[in-house]
C-alpha cells in the first residue's frame, strides 16, 4: 500500500460516551489434531504406535507394528508379530508378540517415538506397559503335566530343551527397558517386574543420564519365550503442570501464554470424520487408556485420543479457558470417502435417540455431580467438581441439507431442552458467504440459535476490504463465533503482511464484540514434516517451538483484551482502510488499551484524542508488531518481528508514530481524580 506523503497525518479519537460492553471471552483458540498436533505433538507420548493399532487405512505402509523393530543382540534370534487373541479390551483389539527363540545377549523391541524420542539429562520418564507371558521356553513344548505324563503327544520336545527349558512358573526372567542412543549407548535403563499369565500393568521410570534428541526406547528379554505387550507408554515426568498422561509443557506453555479465554476442540473437520463410521465419539476418548478406541485421523495418520476429552477439559481449566467442545452433527464430513464435497452421510434416524443421547451425556459428564451416572465418570478420572461446560458446538462447517438439518435440529433441542443454559454454537458452512452460509444462517433464524459459527480462510486483501462486515450484522439474531479464520498470503506464508490483515480484521472484531463474541485462528499447530493444513499459528518439532508473526497477534490482542469498547474515528486522508483501529477497556485494571494497526509503507503521525476519557496518566505504554510486510519468522531462527515494548508520554491528546506495517498496543491509564 502506497500513501504520497512520505508523512501522512492522521487523528484517531476514541468516543467515551457510547461505551458497549463486549464478549468477555472474545479471543480464544481452535485446537484440531491435524499436523501431528496432538499425537505427536502436544500429547507428550513418546511412543509411536503404542498400542499397535496402526493400519494400513491411514498410510499405505502402515501395520500394527509400524515404528516398532525387532531388536536381535548378540546372537539372540526372535520375532515380532501381532495378536488378536484375548486383548486387553475390545475397544483395543491388537497387540505386540515377542517370541525368544535364542536369547542370546537379549532380544526385544525398539521404538524410536515420532521421529526420535528427545530426552534430557536429569529428567525422568515414566513408563507403562502391559504384558501378559504367553510362553516360557519352547512355543510347543508340552505343559509340565504332559511332559512328564506316560504318552507323550507328538509335540514332545527335545529331552535337551525340556532340561534347558524353564517352568511356566518362574515366568520370562529379566525383562529390561531402557532408553539408548541411536549407537546404542545407555542412556538410562530399569529392570521391569514380572508380568502374569494375564494382562499386568507394568511400571517403572527410568532416570536418564545424558541429553539426546533422538534416542529410541528399548526392551529387552533375556530368555526364550514369548511376551505380549500392548499400550507401551513412555511420558516425560515433566509435563504440563506435572499431569499423568498430559501434555508437552513447552507447547503447552506456548498455547497458555495466548491467554486464551476459550479451547474449541476437537476440530474441525476431525470431528464430523471421514464416514460415519469416523465421527469423533466422546465417550471413546475418556476412561484408560488402554480401553479408549483409537482409529484413523481424517488428516492421513492415527488418532491414540489419549489427548482425550479429561486431558482436553483438564488443559482448559489449566490454562484458565473455557471449554467449547464440538459435537458431530449426526452427519460426516461432505469430502467423506474421495467424494469432493458430496460425501455427507446421515446417521440412521432410529440411531439418532442414542447419538443424541451421548451429546445429553456429555453436558453431565461435564457439569453433573460426582454422583451422577456421567459426572461420576469424571470423578473416576480425578475430577469431582464440574467443569462448568458453558458452550458446546453442533457441527463443523457442514454442508447444509436437509440431510443435515433434520439431524441438527433433532440434537439442538434436545440439548436446550434439558440444558437451556448451554449455549449451543450452530455450523453455516465452510465459507463467509455462498449457498451453505445463507442456509445456515436460515437454520440459526428459524431455530434461535444463540451462535453460529463462520470459517473463512482468506487473502489478506479480503480481511482489510471487510473490516465492516459485523457492523452490518442484526444484533437480534444468533452472534458469531468466528471459529476459524487467516489470512493466506502468496505461498500460504506467515508474513507480517498477513498478521496485519488478521490484526486490522480483529480491531473490527473487538468493536463488534457485542455481536462476534468468540474468535479464533485456524490451525494453531504444525509439526515440521507433517504439515497438512499451512499456514499455521505455532511450528514446532519433538525440541523446538517456533512463533509465527501471527501468533504475536494472537498473543497481544489475548493479553489486552477488553470488557468495554468505545467507538474510534480515524481521520486519515486518502486511501480508505490503510489504518485500522480499535480501543477497549480492561475492567480490572481500568486500563484503556488502543490498538492501531498500520499497512501504509511510510510511517503516519497520528494525533491520539483520548479527551473525552477523562485525565489520562502521563506515562502509557505502547507495544509494537512490525517490520518488512513480506518478512516471515523462520523455523529455528530468532524471529525477525517480534513484539517491544516501552513508554511514551501520554496525555489526553498525544501525538504517536505508527510505524509503517505494524501493530500498535498502547495502554493508558486514567489519572486518578483530585480531590
Ligand atoms: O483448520 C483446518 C480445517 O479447515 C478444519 O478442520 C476445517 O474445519 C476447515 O476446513
Known amino acids: 500500500m502506497t500513501t504520497n506523503n512520505p508523512f501522512p497525518t492522521a487523528t484517531i479519537s476514541v468516543q467515551a460516551d457510547q461505551p458497549k460492553a463486549i464478549s468477555p471471552d472474545l479471543w480464544g483458540i481452535f485446537f484440531e489434531d491435524l499436523n501431528y498436533a496432538a499425537d505427536g505433538g502436544l500429547y507428550a507420548e513418546l511412543i509411536q504406535n503404542r498400542s499397535f493399532e496402526y493400519q494400513v487405512t491411514e498410510q499405505p505402509t502402515w501395520n500394527c507394528l509400524t515404528a516398532w523393530e525387532l531388536v536381535e543382540r548378540g546372537g539372540g534370534e526372535g520375532s515380532l508379530l501381532v495378536g488378536a487373541a484375548e486383548p486387553i479390551h475390545p475397544n483395543n483389539p491388537h497387540y505386540g508378540v515377542l517370541q525368544v527363540n535364542q536369547p542370546g545377549e537379549g532380544v526385544g523391541l525398539m521404538n524410536a517415538g515420532f521421529g526420535g524420542i528427545s530426552v534430557q539429562a536429569g529428567q525422568l520418564y515414566d513408563l507403562s506397559l502391559f504384558a501378559r507371558v504367553l510362553f516360557v521356553g519352547e512355543r510347543w513344548a508340552p505343559h509340565e503335566e504332559e511332559a512328564n505324563a506316560e504318552e507323550v503327544t507328538v509335540w514332545a520336545p527335545h529331552e535337551d ?112 470424520g471421514n464416514g460415519l463410521g469416523n465421527m469423533y465419539r466422546w465417550k471413546d476418548t475418556i476412561g484408560p487408556i488402554e480401553q479408549r478406541r483409537e482409529q484413523a485421523n481424517l488428516w492421513g495418520y492415527h488418532q491414540t485420543v489419549g489427548l482425550g476429552y479429561t486431558e482436553y477439559f483438564q488443559f482448559c481449566e489449566d490454562i484458565g479457558a473455557k471449554p467449547l467442545p464440538v459435537v458431530p452433527a449426526g452427519v460426516c464430513c461432505q469430502n467423506s470417502n474421495f467424494t469432493s464435497g458430496k460425501g455427507q452421510k446421515g446417521l440412521p434416524l432410529d440411531e439418532m435417540p442414542a447419538f443424541i443421547q451421548e451429546v445429553l451425556d456429555l453436558i453431565e459428564w461435564a457439569n453433573g455431580p460426582a454422583d451422577s451416572l456421567w459426572g461420576a465418570k469424571r470423578a473416576e478420572a480425578g475430577h469431582p467438581e464440574p467443569f462448568g461446560l458453558e458452550y458446546l458446538g453442533i457441527g463443523n462447517e457442514e454442508h447444509i441439507t436437509p440431510v443435515f438439518k433434520e439431524r441438527f435440529a433433532m440434537i439442538y433441542e434436545a440439548v436446550k431442552a434439558k440444558h437451556p443454559g448451554i449455549i449451543v454454537v450452530g455450523t453455516v458452512g465452510p465459507f463467509h458467504s455462498g449457498k451453505d452460509y445463507d442456509e445456515g444462517w436460515k437454520i440459526a433464524n428459524e431455530l434461535e440459535l444463540e451462535m453460529v459459527d463462520e470459517h473463512y480462510y ?35 506464508k506467515s508474513t507480517l503482511r498477513s498478521a496485519l490483515a488478521e490484526a486490522a480484521y480483529m480491531t473490527a472484531l473487538e468493536r463488534n464484540g457485542d455481536v462476534a463474541r468468540l474468535a479464533s485462528y485456524a490451525p494453531l499447530l504444525a509439526k515440521r514434516g507433517h504439515f497438512h493444513w499451512m499456514p499455521d499459528l505455532i511450528y514446532f518439532d519433538n525440541t523446538r517451538v517456533s512463533l509465527t508473526i501471527n501468533y504475536f497477534v494472537q498473543q497481544l490482542f489475548g493479553q489486552n483484551a477488553g470488557d468495554v469498547s468505545f467507538p474510534v474515528t480515524i481521520d486519515f486522508p486518502g486511501e480508505l482502510n490503510v489504518l485500522a483501529a480499535s480501543c477497549v477497556r480492561e475492567d480490572a485494571s481500568g486500563d484503556l488499551i488502543l490498538k492501531i494497526v498500520s499497512r501504509a509503507d511510510v510511517p503516519v503521525l497520528a494525533q491520539l484524542d ?26 529455528g531462527q530468532t524471529p525477525v518481528v517480534s513484539p517491544r515494548t516501552s513508554n511514551i508520554p501520554a496525555s489526553e491528546r498525544f501525538s504517536y508514530e505508527i510505524p509503517a506495517h505494524s501493530l500498535n498496543v498502547i495502554r493508558v491509564k486514567a489519572a486518578p481524580k483530585m480531590a
Open 161 to 272: 530343551d525340556l532340561r534347558a527349558a524353564p517352568s511356566r512358573d518362574e515366568g520370562l526372567g529379566q525383562i529390561i527397558a531402557r532408553l539408548e542412543s541411536a549407537s546404542g549407548e545407555v542412556l538410562g535403563e530399569v529392570q521391569l517386574p514380572s508380568p502374569g499369565k494375564d494382562w499386568t500393568r507394568l511400571s517403572a521410570t527410568i532416570s536418564v543420564s545424558a541429553t539426546d534428541e533422538a534416542a529410541r526406547f528399548v526392551l529387552l528379554m533375556h530368555q526364550k519365550g514369548g511376551l505380549a505387550l500392548d499400550v507401551v507408554s513412555l511420558f516425560p515426568r515433566q509435563t504440563f503442570r506435572e499431569r499423568p498422561n498430559g501434555l508437552r509443557a513447552d507447547l503447552a506453555q506456548t498455547i497458555a501464554d495466548l491467554k486464551p479465554k476459550f479451547v474449541r476442540f476437537p476440530g474441525g473437520c476431525l470431528v464430523h
Open 458 to 492: 482468506e487473502q489478506p486483501e479480503w480481511f482489510w476490504n471487510n473490516l465492516e462486515r459485523y457492523d452490518r450484522y442484526n444484533r437480534a439474531t444468533s452472534a458469531v463465533y468466528v471459529g476459524e479464520y487467516a489470512a493466506h498470503d502468496n505461498e500460504r
Open 610 to 635: 483520548l479527551s473525552s476519557m477523562g485525565a489520562i496518566e502521563s506515562t502509557a505504554s505502547y507495544t509494537v508488531l512490525g517490520g518488512d510486510p513480506l518478512a516471515e519468522n523462520l523455523f
